[in-house]
């Protein structure tokens, strides 16, 4: 049993490194403003052409997590570029003027197709958890939901984290953990079921989201998820389903 690595890219040679380090999938971003935007289809092909591992561009626009029907029209668009260019899912994530899940503007987007999604960071800036996790079930297709625990990092938010994966194994098997994720949390995250994982600035040289990934500290992340994992799931942990 091993663990699910995603690592953020903004380059092909960013994902062909993260590649060569061992992770399963790559999420794609064109630019960090605002916490991440979409990519231009382009590099969505440039990165498919460089790797063959999973490639999720994310779906974001501009900055803030709210939407409208008329950008949703510009995003479906996208959406259908970013899949011809061999995109294998999609990463997004839209809140409502009322702090919950945009659950008529994602299912706009995400309820026709097969393509399986993560639903990004948006996720720590609602206002009422309990109600974004009843939420999220309704959701088609959605198999990651990447979660720091609180709008902050997985430092802060790691309680939490553990609370909802030990109290309900689909949260645990829903949960992708990212957002200052740290070695010393993934055995804690592990331990309750969670056994996805995303690195963006670790697996850099000196933690700077300006240089290229390094495939070794990749290989670091991959070496420790799968120890973490394999060793709780002998305990009767739950593996990632996606």
């Known amino acids: 049993?091993?663990?699910?690595?995603?690592?953020?890219?903004?380059?092909?040679?960013?994902?062909?490194?993260?590649?060569?380090?061992?992770?399963?999938?790559?999420?794609?971003?064109?630019?960090?403003?605002?916490?991440?935007?979409?990519?231009?289809?382009?590099?969505?092909?440039?990165?498919?052409k460089a790797t063959s591992v999973q490639v999720r561009p994310v779906v974001r626009l501009r900055e803030g997590f709210s939407t409208d029907g008329g950008e949703a029209i510009?995003?479906?668009?996208?959406i259908s570029a970013?899949?011809?260019?061999?995109?294998?899912?999609?990463?997004?994530?839209?809140?409502?003027?009322?702090?919950q899940v945009d659950l008529e503007i994602l299912e706009a987007l995400a309820g026709e197709g097969s393509w399986p999604w993560t639903f990004?960071?948006?996720?720590?800036?609602?206002?009422?958890?309990?109600?974004a996790w009843r939420d999220v079930r309704e959701l088609p297709r959605l198999d990651?939901?990447?979660?720091?625990?609180?709008?902050?990092?997985?430092?802060?938010?790691?309680?939490?984290?553990?609370?909802?994966?030990?109290?309900?194994?689909?949260?645990?098997?829903?949960?992708?953990?990212?957002?200052?994720?740290?070695?010393?949390?993934?055995a804690w995250l592990a331990r309750?079921?969670?056994?996805?994982?995303?690195?963006?600035?670790?697996?850099?040289?000196?933690r700077s989201l300006a240089a290229d990934v390094d495939p070794q500290l990749v290989h670091a992340w991959r070496i420790l998820l799968d120890a973490e994992v394999s060793q709780s799931g002998s305990r009767g942990s739950l593996p990632f389903a996606g």
């Open 120 to 131: 990004h960071r948006a996720f720590d800036s609602l206002h009422d958890p309990d109600r």
């Open 1 to 48: 049993m091993t663990g699910l690595l995603d690592v953020l890219v903004l380059t092909a040679r960013d994902a062909e490194r993260a590649e060569a380090g061992g992770a399963d999938r790559v999420t794609l971003v064109g630019t960090l403003d605002h916490g991440g935007l979409s990519p231009e289809p382009g590099l969505v092909a440039a990165v498919r």
């Open 192 to 206: 309750t079921g969670v056994s996805a994982f995303q690195v963006s600035s670790s697996v850099r040289p000196n």
């Open 74 to 78: 510009r995003l479906k668009g996208l």
């Open 82 to 99: 970013y899949l011809e260019e061999g995109a294998d899912g999609m990463v997004l994530g839209f809140v409502n003027g009322l702090g």
């Open 144 to 186: 990651a939901v990447l979660t720091a625990g609180s709008a902050r990092d997985v430092e802060a938010g790691l309680d939490d984290l553990l609370a909802r994966a030990k109290a309900d194994p689909t949260v645990a098997r829903l949960i992708m953990a990212g957002g200052g994720l740290r070695p010393d949390h993934v």
